[in-house]
């Protein structure tokens, strides 16, 4: 083989692997970007869903009323209840959804009048129990004890503020809530944003 052929051989040999090349990065890169058109409004869908309330954080007219239980099941004695709360749609750019759990609530009543605290520490988000002998609420992970209206009652207790309460009103019957989640272990009380 003369020189000259074997130069042609080469660059040949080099034309080929650069073709090569090049058709493997745009296979690689069609397949990168659908991946990321896919897998985008699925992790959107699963954000909305796992924290339904994020959307209406900030504003509090924005938070939807949701309907929890008829004023009359609730003890007259101010003995707190537990409640799921269930709001009925959350829609984000794509989907509606039906039924999504967002949280729980302890409801007193006192007359027509009715307090929501989140079931949520407000120190690390623990769920707080109602106890009943010291008629109080106690948080199991970290000792924090709060009294009926809410309030830290014991000064070792770490959390840094009380329950978190949310609006409520009564009408045709029934208690309706604004349930909203705080952010934890700060002073002040903030929604979730
Ligand atoms: S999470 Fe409740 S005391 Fe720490």
């Known amino acids: 083989m003369t020189e000259e052929n074997i130069t042609s051989a080469d660059a040949n040999s080099t034309n080929c692997c650069d073709e090569d090349s090049r058709r493997k990065f745009i296979v690689v890169s069609t397949l990168a970007v659908s991946a990321v058109c896919g897998v985008f409004p699925f992790a959107a869908g699963v954000t909305t869903i796992l924290d339904p309330v994020k959307k209406s ?3 509090k007219e924005k938070v939807p009323w949701t309907k929890v239980v008829p004023l009359a099941s609730l003890s007259e004695d101010g003995k707190p209840a537990k409640y799921e709360i269930i709001l ?5 750019a794509w989907t509606t959804y039906k039924n999504v759990p967002a949280g729980a609530v302890y409801l007193t009543r006192k007359g027509e009048g009715v307090t929501a605290f989140n079931l949520k520490c407000p120190h690390l988000g623990c769920a707080v129990d109602y106890r009943s002998k010291s008629n109080d609420y106690f948080c199991p992970c970290h000792n924090s004890t709060f009294g009926l209206d ?4 014991d000064v070792k207790s770490p959390s840094p503020r009380g329950l978190d309460t949310m609006d409520t009103k009564v009408e ?5 809530i604004r349930f909203q989640q705080f952010r934890p272990n700060i002073v002040e009380k903030v929604p979730l944003s």
């Open 57 to 59: 954080a900030g504003d």
């Open 88 to 92: 009925e749609q959350v829609q984000d």
């Open 172 to 176: 045709g019957g029934f208690v309706w």
């Open 150 to 153: 809410g309030s830290v009652t």
